[in-house]
């Protein structure tokens, strides 16, 4: 994971802005369900075809990243479920850890919060999320967690205008999150792993809107 994450450091988004690789890494996340529900078992034609349309749609306008309040729903339903390790854990353990540091500017609304048990809160700490997965647990976050960072960086995109910022201005910045690791689907081999996974699993309330 420790290539991965170097991997995605020194990508080069596909284009300029921040707003517009935002949308583009979110078209991507849209295109791996839409082409693994319509059937497809491998990343092909369908994919590309999905992945340009979402962002098509994205940038005018006609398509939008929702708000996080379904997630927050289903985090309220999970129970006794760290959602890092998906170890059970009982309820008076469960740890309210901010996706986005407190020590970084992350807030503590609900939109910053997932459960998860002591051990993964204390060692993720003031980490970045995606960094965390990768170099401290060796591997990639849910779906779920996932699409959590994406909506949670575009609220704070959108609040602080950096939508039509450069993307190396932005990655200059001082922000809760690292820029960079908006470019995790870039990488053929994670965009294969989530593209397995909803064939397998057909995740429609982790990938889906």
């Known amino acids: 994971m420790e290539e991965l994450y170097n991997d995605i450091m020194t990508m080069q988004p ?17 295109a791996i ?23 098509n749609k994205f940038k005018s306008g006609k398509q939008h990243i929702t708000d996080l309040y379904d997630m927050n729903k289903r985090k309220l339903r999970a129970g006794n479920i760290c959602f890092y390790c998906h170890g059970e854990v009982p309820k008076e353990d469960l740890t309210a850890d901010h996706v ?51 909506r949670q960086i575009y609220q704070y995109a959108v609040e602080h205008d950096l939508m039509a910022k450069d993307f190396e201005e932005v990655c200059q910045m001082s922000l809760p999150f690292n820029p960079h690791c908006l470019m995790i689907l870039s990488n053929t081999q994670a965009r294969q792993h989530y593209f397995q996974r909803a064939v397998r699993e057909k995740e429609n309330e982790d990938y889906g809107e």
């Not at 693994?36 to 590309?48: L, P, R, V």
């Open 14 to 30: 596909r284009y300029k802005t921040f707003g517009e690789a935002l949308f583009w890494t979110y078209a991507t996340r849209q």
């Open 33 to 55: 369900a839409t082409a693994a529900n319509s059937g497809e078992d491998t990343i092909g034609k369908k994919f590309y075809v999905f992945r340009q349309i979402f962002y």
């Open 100 to 150: 986005f540091p407190r020590v970084k500017g992350g807030t503590n609304d609900m939109d910053n919060i997932i459960f998860v048990c002591k051990s993964c809160n204390s060692s993720k700490g003031k980490k970045d999320l995606i960094e965390w997965f990768l170099l401290n647990r060796a591997e990639l976050p849910s779906p779920f967690v996932l699409g959590h960072y994406f």
